[in-house]
């Protein structure tokens, strides 16, 4: 795993922006409709402003990306402003001029949601793998919405959220706790593990102990982050705040300080 610690989330941002367009960049190269997963909330924001921003000024192109979302709401109608759906069309793929048809989620508003998730599963599994996987972190440690005591083997399922969960979500629907969801489709932990490259993270004194747990701690389902211990190619990109428990934070900067050339990660 490789640890990057930045003075800033905006440093963050450009970090993040610059793992997924060279991991991107890199499979488009290789040929064929190349696989991205996004993440939604608060902590890849400013990586997706940073891929805006170079996509309008730079010519970045996502011509060719199909993307896939980590999990989605169950019970939130289609088109809800707070599906997941919705919300990585404006923050993000509207604006990287990806068609909505290549933009994939859970569907949480089906009627039978337990198939719609087996159908996510499915439907990824055909498209994949995933090229590179933009992923937060939750305050207790859950990875897509799997949340502590999952199985670290789990496929695309229904989960019930911790109240936890929902008390830290409740500020994207008005501070309303009752207006958040209970359920969601979400990619398990060994789903996510499928993608070739994991891209985590986590800015802000709230998660340090989560990230601690995750990078340090011993590999537990009580500890869902603590699955990308098992992954070959992880880049975990915390601001100073985020990474202020990690006990080998000076390691993980001097490794970065002295790579050779083609060290990988
Ligand atoms: C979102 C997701 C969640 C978030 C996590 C952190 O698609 O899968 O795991 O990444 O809850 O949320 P923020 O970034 O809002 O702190």
């Not at 498209?127 to 999952?150: D, K, M, R």
């Not at 789990?154 to 959220?161: E, M, N």
Request: proline share 5%; aromatic share 4%; hydrophobic share 45%.
């Amino acid at each position: 795993m490789e640890v990057v610690l930045l003075p800033t989330a905006q440093d963050c941002g450009r970090v993040v922006a610059d793992a997924v367009a060279g991991s991107v960049l890199a499979a488009l190269a290789r040929g064929g409709p190349v696989v991205l997963g996004l993440a939604t909330g608060s902590s890849p924001l400013l990586a997706y402003r940073e891929l805006l921003r170079r996509h309008r000024d730079e010519g970045l192109s996502f011509a060719g990306v199909h993307a896939f979302l980590l999990d989605e709401y169950v019970g939130l109608p289609a088109g809800h402003p707070e599906s997941y759906r919705e919300v990585i069309r404006r923050e993000l793929t509207d604006s990287l001029g990806l068609d909505p048809a290549v933009v994939h989620g859970p569907d949480g508003s089906a009627a039978d949601p337990l198939q719609a998730a087996r159908d996510y599963e499915q439907q990824l599994l055909a498209a994949g793998p995933v090229a590179v996987q933009v992923l937060g972190i939750g305050a207790n440690g859950h990875l897509g919405f799997n949340e502590p005591g999952s199985s670290l083997a789990s496929r695309t399922r229904i989960k019930t959220l911790t109240e936890q969960t929902r008390v830290d979500n409740a500020r994207f629907f008005g501070g309303d706790v009752e207006a958040v969801p209970r359920h969601v489709i979400t990619q398990g932990l060994g789903t996510i593990l499928g993608a070739q490259h994991l891209v985590l993270v986590a800015t802000g004194e709230r998660k340090a102990e989560a990230v601690a747990a995750a990078v340090e701690g011993p590999l537990t389902a009580s500890c869902p982050g603590s699955v990308l211990q098992l992954h070959p190619h992880v880049t975990l990109v915390v601001d100073e705040a985020a990474g202020s428990r990690l006990a080998r934070a000076a390691h993980y900067r001097y490794v970065l300080g002295h790579k050779l050339a083609d060290q990988g990660w």
